[in-house]
């Protein structure tokens, strides 16, 4: 590799070297200075030793962090009812050792667009070493599992373009709960007095377990009863049960309409 000359002081008499090392490797160099005088004569002195060090050369790197934001709460693996508003925050570091221009980031998900909010501190355009870049986007939880991935991309001075990626996820939860009432004698004309039995047939229609399951009926004194369901004994309204609860009573003269809540 050779060394050009970078600048000079008006008189001449001192000139100061400065190489670029982009394409240099770490290792000890024979350095030459060669001149020629005002008669032409060609000047020569050294050899002297230059080392380069790993810690000399350009080492571009970018990195970024992104983060989902459920009001307060932020992490990744949350778990946020559907339909509310959310963030994501991507924090952009530079983890090289020369700054960085053009940085980018961008979302793999259609339709989230980060942007840039703050951390230019000195407005040079330039990614600094000591510098952290924020970028949000914003969205709506959709249901069940998501999984995002941020690419953001820095241009060193020379060289080619550094890149580095880092996904953030969430589950988006939708509770929802079914009843279906019956009776032993539904829809049927029966005489005043007659024992019945109404039966509440409860399940799951979302997508996590429910807790805290309770079962009334629209007629006063009669208590709907847990009988059987949770399988696992866990007090949660699972995915996969089914929870029938009973109540008892006697039919009494005329239409009779009850609803299971």
Known sequence: PSIS?????????????????????????ALRVQAQDIHGNTIMQGPYTFTVTAEMLPQPAIAINTMTIDGATQGDGLNILTGE?????????????VVLSNVTVIDNIAGVTPAYVSGDTNNDGTLDLAETWIYEASGTANTG??????????????????????????????PQIKIVESSNVDDMDILPG?????????????????????????????PPVYVIGDT???????LTETWIYEANGTSIVGTYLSTGT
Request: proline letters at 2%; aromatic letters at 10%; charged letters at 10%.
């Open 5 to 29: 000359a970078q600048s000079a002081d008006l008189t001449g008499a001192h000139w100061t070297y400065k190489p670029d090392l982009t394409n240099w490797v770490v290792g000890t160099y």
């Open 85 to 97: 508003s959310i963030q994501w925050r991507y924090t952009v570091t530079n983890a090289g050792n």
């Open 145 to 174: 599992n998501y999984t995002n991935t941020a690419t953001a991309t820095g241009t060193p001075i020379m060289g080619a373009a550094v890149t580095a990626t880092d996904g953030s996820s969430y589950f988006g939860v939708d």
């Open 194 to 222: 007659t024992s019945i039995t109404w039966t509440y047939t409860v399940t799951n229609l979302g997508n996590v377990a429910l807790s805290n399951v309770t079962v009334t009926d629209s007629v006063s004194g009669v």
């Open 232 to 238: 696992n004994n866990d007090g949660k309204l699972d």
